[in-house]
């Protein structure tokens, strides 16, 4: 049978509710909450039949009741109000407008192959598409000229169901655009702007661009479902993480290369500024740097002059010490892709130079996505402190000689957008006790709020996600048996007064979902414990190709269907943003147990501690940088154990040796009045220590300061004259790479020190260098010092830059200078020649390093 057509009739407003209309299509009702109010107040059961979308509430709405709401003039002055309270929030200035001055970029163009902004635009997968959604976000509420950049998927991700035997089963609703908050790009003339993308075989790849309104940030979302397109390539754009190879590089050529065209035409047709850096999180954009190359080109400069220029206006974010989430194409098939007219000026062999696994033990045959986006970004980062280190380990062979630290990656810790994730009830103790509605700022040690207040706002969140789970089990249970109905037992499903665990996530191996069932007779009785049971709320989807993740799911449902377990531990299908803002705040201890290094952050558990949820967690990602021991409890990782089920058995004895011993009985240790003093106590320290740290504005806030002014400031200086600095370092770059073989240090001598050496005697360093045709001014000579360690490894090491002397000889300079001891215990240093120029971001920016043997 055909699908049926369909599309989506909006509806004429009266004029005294115009406003409705923005109000409606600009996302920022997802986490505004007087608008969401607002639209809840015009039909509270199409705002819950909606599932909370303004515009599909608008689309079923009766005219009949628009005009009661017409006539009713308070109503109307509430919908004028909030109309202009968000053209106030549009273009006031807000905190980068106030506090980024001359350096200020005027836009950044921020690239995602998802964006999770609101459950009603499911364009997102879990964590990286959610991220992007909060960056954006918060770029908003700080005032951050953003442009951000993503596909139209169609099918969004996969709607996941349970089957009665445990197994997931996806479906692939399919979008209608017109039902969505979003607008077509158009020219003067009325037609769709498109971009097009050369393709082998004489063939080319179209897309028209959405525009979604994210606060004051404009979202372009390229779609290839047109009618231009061949239908073959109609569905590029058909799914997230739908496909493998070549529809998946498809997709990226998309993103990037089509992103930056979409761009320009936005440029073009708009008032918009045009970036001036461009931010990749994660490597699936990372073609945007060649379109960019592919512009310069066309401008007079070569391949590797554009390249300088590029890489000092990119920032590069990687998401994943895990293999297989980094792209990896066939170098034939990208090959392929490039011998065409797709980027004119542009190299196909200089293409396969910058994705080239050509380090140790690589080779040339894989194209590598985060390899180029290192390449092609002069600044990158990972995704917390602990993950930036892993990266700058596992990224290393590309900076052969320098030590893990020296790797130019640094990190900046993950936030989560806190209006989105915070819980109107904690929102509103905040208003109605602390007087402000910004709970990352409130003074949460304040004697203003009693204990009795937090915990009446935690069980009443712990209500809400027992209702919601019991909606939902019923809701699956109906569309399973259509007409039969609901077991008793449902409405014993979870108590609201039971200690409840959270565990929601995807299920990549790492994330062992269930390691919990390590010991199934120990954890049935945590639950059924008389005295201090325990429930648990899980969920998460497993992707479509993976059959073991699917098995893991199958294990937990299996297990939480037995009588006895069913009513303390569920599995609820679709994780999605809906449920997560439920989940999050509605349980008391939020669990998480990777294994450690390979959770590059994980933000669900940021979002429960912004709610007054404690973590419970191995310490990786952002908990190893947090933990305190009293913002909730750190399973010890088990790093040394002889296997990986060595290492899952202590790991999870561990875990239910913290629920059984320090968790649940520090929850039911309650007083007279019945609230659980000492926990309250730790609810209270998360929220007052952690709730400004975890937010997706302090992120933004270190984005803007750390990367995206000085890349920006980079970007001007190596354009200015007509680009003539990127020329000089390009050529200044050749040169010191050609020369470089023979770059050594030749001798070293040092004196000034007796031969008992004390604190605060000076050590003077004299360092014969042959500096192989280059000139002093090139090179950076520098004594590196610290405590001295087993394999010839300096701990927290310093350095001190030599001076050059006057020349003794053709080819050899001499350098010297002074280190002081300034502490006992064994000391160690070396002399090392770097490359120096005023237009690197960092000494180990080329790679090149000579060290005294
Ligand atoms: C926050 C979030 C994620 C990511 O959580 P992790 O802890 O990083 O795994 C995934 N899915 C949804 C719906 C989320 O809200």
Same mark, same amino acid.
């Given at each position: 049978?055909?699908?049926?057509?369909?599309?989506?009739?909006?509806?004429?407003?009266?004029?005294?509710?115009?406003?409705?209309?923005?109000?409606?299509?600009?996302?920022?009702?997802?986490?505004?909450?007087?608008?969401?109010?607002?639209?809840? $107040?015009?039909?509270?059961?199409?705002?819950? =039949?909606?599932?909370?979308?303004?515009?599909?509430?608008? @689309?079923?709405?009766?005219?009949?009741?628009?005009?009661?709401?017409?006539?009713? %003039?308070?109503?109307?002055?509430?919908?004028?109000?909030?109309?202009?309270?968000?053209?106030?929030?549009?273009?006031?200035?807000?905190?980068?407008?106030?506090? #980024? *001055?001359?350096?200020?970029?005027?836009?950044?163009?921020?690239?995602?192959?998802?964006?999770?902004?609101?459950?009603?635009?499911?364009?997102?997968?879990?964590?990286?598409?959610?991220?992007?959604?909060?960056?954006?976000?918060?770029?908003?509420?700080?005032?951050?000229?953003?442009?951000?950049?993503?596909?139209?998927?169609?099918?969004?991700?996969?709607?996941?169901?349970?089957?009665?035997?445990?197994?997931?089963?996806?479906?692939?609703?399919?979008?209608?655009? $017109?039902?969505?908050?979003?607008?077509?790009?158009?020219?003067?003339?009325?037609?769709?702007?498109?971009?097009?993308?050369?393709?082998?075989?004489?063939?080319?790849?179209?897309?028209?661009?959405?525009?979604?309104?994210?606060?004051?940030?404009?979202?372009?979302?390229?779609?290839?479902?047109?009618?231009?397109?061949?239908?073959?390539?109609?569905?590029?754009?058909?799914?997230?993480?739908?496909?493998?190879?070549?529809?998946?590089?498809?997709?990226?050529?998309?993103?990037?290369?089509?992103?930056?065209?979409?761009?320009?035409?936005?440029?073009?047709?708009?008032?918009?500024?045009?970036?001036?850096?461009?931010?990749?999180?994660?490597?699936?954009?990372?073609?945007?740097?060649?379109?960019?190359?592919?512009?310069?080109?066309?401008?007079?400069?070569?391949?590797?002059?554009?390249?300088?220029?590029?890489?000092?206006?990119?920032?590069?974010?990687?998401?994943?010490?895990?293999?297989?989430?980094?792209?990896?194409?066939?170098?034939?098939?990208?090959?392929?892709?490039? =011998?065409?007219?797709?980027?004119?000026?542009?190299?196909?062999?200089?293409?396969?130079?910058?994705?080239?696994?050509?380090?140790?033990?690589?080779?040339?045959?894989?194209? +590598?996505?985060?390899?180029?986006?290192?390449?092609?970004?002069?600044?990158?980062?990972?995704?917390?402190?602990?993950?930036?280190?892993?990266?700058?380990?596992?990224? @290393?062979?590309?900076?052969?000689?320098? &030590?893990?630290?020296? #790797?130019?990656? *640094?990190?900046?810790?993950?936030?989560?957008?806190?209006?989105?994730?915070?819980?109107?009830?904690?929102?509103?103790?905040?208003?109605?006790?602390?007087?402000?509605?910004?709970?990352?700022?409130?003074?949460? !040690?304040?004697?203003?709020?009693?204990?009795?207040?937090?915990?009446?706002?935690?069980?009443?969140?712990?209500? %809400?996600?027992?209702? &919601?789970?019991?909606?939902?089990?019923?809701?699956?249970?109906?569309?399973?048996?259509?007409?039969?109905?609901?077991?008793?037992?449902?409405?014993?499903?979870?108590?609201? +007064?039971?200690?409840?665990?959270?565990?929601?996530?995807?299920?990549?191996?790492?994330?062992?979902?269930?390691?919990?069932?390590?010991?199934?007779?120990?954890?049935?009785?945590?639950?059924?414990?008389?005295?201090?049971?325990?429930?648990?709320?899980?969920?998460?989807?497993?992707?479509?190709? &993976?059959?073991?993740?699917?098995?893991?799911? %199958?294990?937990?449902?299996?297990?939480?269907?037995?009588?006895?377990?069913?009513?303390?531990?569920?599995?609820?299908?679709?994780? &999605?943003?809906?449920?997560?803002?439920?989940?999050?705040?509605?349980?008391?201890?939020?669990?998480?147990?990777?294994?450690?290094?390979?959770?590059?952050?994980?933000?669900?558990?940021?979002?429960?501690?912004?709610?007054?949820?404690?973590?419970?967690?191995?310490?990786?990602?952002?908990?190893?940088?947090?933990?305190?021991?009293?913002?909730?409890?750190?399973?010890?990782?088990?790093?040394?154990?002889?296997?990986?089920?060595?290492?899952?058995?202590?790991?999870?004895?561990?875990?239910?040796?913290?629920?059984?011993?320090?968790?649940?009985?520090?929850?039911?240790?309650?007083?007279?009045?019945?609230?659980?003093?000492?926990?309250?106590?730790?609810?209270?320290?998360?929220? =007052?220590?952690?709730?400004?740290?975890?937010? !997706?504005?302090?992120?933004?806030?270190?984005?803007?300061?750390?990367?995206?002014?000085?890349?920006?400031?980079?970007?001007?200086?190596?354009?200015?004259?007509?680009?003539?600095?990127?020329?000089?370092?390009?050529?200044?770059?050749?040169?010191?790479?050609?020369?470089?073989?023979?770059?050594?240090?030749?001798?070293?001598?040092?004196?000034?020190?007796?031969?008992?050496?004390?604190?605060?005697?000076?050590?003077?360093?004299?360092?014969?260098?042959?500096?192989?045709?280059?000139?002093?001014?090139?090179?950076?000579?520098?004594?590196?010092?610290?405590?001295?360690?087993?394999?010839?490894?300096?701990? +927290?090491?310093?350095?001190?830059?030599?001076?050059?002397?006057?020349?003794?000889?053709?080819?050899?300079?001499?350098?010297?200078?002074?280190?002081?001891? =300034?502490?006992?215990?064994?000391?160690?240093?070396?002399?090392?020649?770097?490359?120096?120029?005023?237009?690197?971001?960092?000494?180990?920016?080329?790679?090149?390093?000579?060290?005294?043997?």
């Amino acid at each position: 049978m055909k699908a049926i057509r369909r599309f989506t009739v909006r509806t004429v407003l009266p004029d005294v509710l115009a406003p409705l209309e923005q109000l409606a299509t600009n996302l920022r009702w997802s986490w505004h909450l007087p608008t969401r109010r607002l639209f809840e $107040d015009l039909s509270p059961q199409l705002w819950e =039949s909606s599932k909370h979308d303004p515009i599909g509430l608008l @689309g079923e709405i009766e005219p009949a009741r628009l005009h009661e709401l017409a006539a009713d %003039q308070d109503f109307v002055a509430r919908v004028a109000e909030l109309g202009r309270d968000l053209h106030t929030y549009l273009t006031e200035p807000r905190w980068y407008q106030q506090t #980024v *001055t001359e350096a200020a970029p005027s836009a950044i163009g921020y690239f995602s192959p998802e964006f999770g902004i609101a459950a009603a635009l499911p364009q997102y997968s879990g964590g990286l598409g959610i991220l992007a959604g909060d960056h954006l976000k918060s770029a908003s509420d700080l005032g951050v000229p953003i442009i951000g950049v993503g596909l139209f998927y169609r099918s969004g991700y996969f709607a996941q169901s349970i089957s009665p035997d445990g197994w997931q089963q996806e479906s692939y609703p399919v979008l209608d655009p $017109d039902g969505l908050p979003l607008s077509v790009l158009r020219h003067p003339d009325g037609s769709a702007a498109q971009v097009a993308l050369a393709l082998p075989g004489d063939r080319a790849l179209y897309a028209r661009i959405w525009q979604v309104a994210v606060g004051r940030i404009r979202l372009l979302l390229l779609d290839t479902d047109i009618p231009e397109n061949e239908d073959a390539l109609r569905s590029v754009t058909d799914r997230l993480y739908g496909g493998g190879g070549e529809h998946r590089l498809l997709q990226e050529l998309l993103l990037g290369i089509g992103g930056v065209r979409a761009i320009k035409l936005l440029t073009e047709l708009t008032d918009a500024d045009a970036p001036e850096l461009y931010h990749t999180n994660e490597g699936h954009a990372g073609f945007l740097g060649l379109e960019r190359i592919s512009d310069l080109i066309g401008d007079g400069l070569s391949f590797d002059e554009a390249l300088q220029v590029v890489r000092a206006g990119t920032v590069f974010t990687t998401h994943t010490p895990v293999p297989a989430g980094i792209d990896r194409f066939d170098s034939s098939l990208v090959r392929q892709y490039f =011998s065409t007219d797709l980027l004119p000026g542009v190299s196909v062999d200089d293409v396969l130079q910058l994705g080239a696994e050509n380090f140790e033990g690589g080779t040339d045959d894989t194209f +590598n996505m985060a390899v180029m986006g290192l390449r092609l970004g002069q600044r990158a980062n990972g995704v917390s402190q602990l993950h930036g280190e892993v990266s700058r380990g596992m990224f @290393g062979a590309l900076w052969p000689g320098f &030590d893990a630290d020296d #790797v130019p990656i *640094t990190s900046v810790t993950n936030g989560v957008h806190a209006p989105t994730w915070t819980d109107p009830a904690l929102v509103a103790l905040a208003r109605d006790r602390l007087g402000t509605s910004d709970t990352t700022t409130a003074d949460w !040690a304040s004697e203003a709020v009693s204990d009795a207040d937090l915990w009446s706002v935690r069980n009443s969140m712990r209500q %809400q996600l027992v209702t &919601d789970a019991r909606a939902r089990v019923s809701a699956a249970w109906g569309e399973q048996n259509p007409g039969i109905r609901d077991p008793a037992w449902f409405s014993q499903l979870l108590d609201p +007064n039971v200690l409840t665990i959270g565990f929601a996530r995807r299920v990549p191996t790492y994330k062992r979902l269930t390691l919990m069932l390590h010991d199934p007779e120990r954890l049935r009785s945590l639950l059924l414990s008389p005295e201090h049971p325990v429930q648990i709320v899980i969920a998460g989807k497993s992707h479509p190709a &993976d059959d073991e993740g699917k098995r893991l799911i %199958q294990k937990l449902v299996e297990f939480s269907q037995e009588p006895e377990i069913r009513k303390r531990m569920v599995f609820l299908p679709n994780y &999605d943003i809906a449920m997560a803002q439920l989940l999050y705040p509605g349980t008391d201890v939020w669990l998480n147990n990777p294994l450690r290094p390979l959770e590059a952050c994980g933000t669900s558990g940021m979002k429960a501690a912004l709610n007054g949820s404690l973590n419970l967690s191995i310490l990786d990602g952002w908990w190893a940088e947090f933990y305190d021991e009293e913002n909730g409890w750190a399973i010890p990782s088990a790093d040394s154990a002889g296997d990986s089920a060595e290492r899952d058995k202590l790991e999870a004895n561990s875990m239910y040796d913290l629920i059984e011993h320090q968790i649940a009985p520090r929850f039911y240790d309650r007083g007279d009045d019945g609230v659980p003093t000492r926990w309250v106590e730790s609810i209270r320290h998360t929220l =007052s220590t952690l709730s400004f740290e975890l937010s !997706a504005d302090r992120m933004v806030r270190e984005y803007v300061q750390r990367l995206y002014v000085p890349s920006a400031a980079a970007h001007r200086t190596i354009s200015a004259e007509r680009f003539a600095p990127a020329r000089a370092l390009a050529a200044w770059k050749s040169r010191v790479t050609a020369a470089w073989p023979q770059v050594s240090v030749t001798h070293v001598e040092s004196g000034g020190v007796d031969a008992v050496p004390q604190v605060g005697d000076e050590l003077h360093v004299r360092a014969h260098v042959n500096l192989a045709g280059l000139t002093p001014a090139d090179v950076s000579v520098e004594v590196v010092y610290g405590r001295a360690r087993e394999n010839d490894r300096l701990e +927290n090491p310093h350095s001190v830059e030599l001076v050059p002397s006057p020349s003794v000889g053709d080819h050899l300079a001499q350098f010297a200078g002074t280190v002081t001891l =300034s502490r006992a215990g064994s000391f160690g240093y070396n002399v090392r020649v770097v490359p120096r120029h005023p237009l690197l971001a960092s000494s180990a920016e080329l790679g090149l390093i000579a060290v005294a043997s």
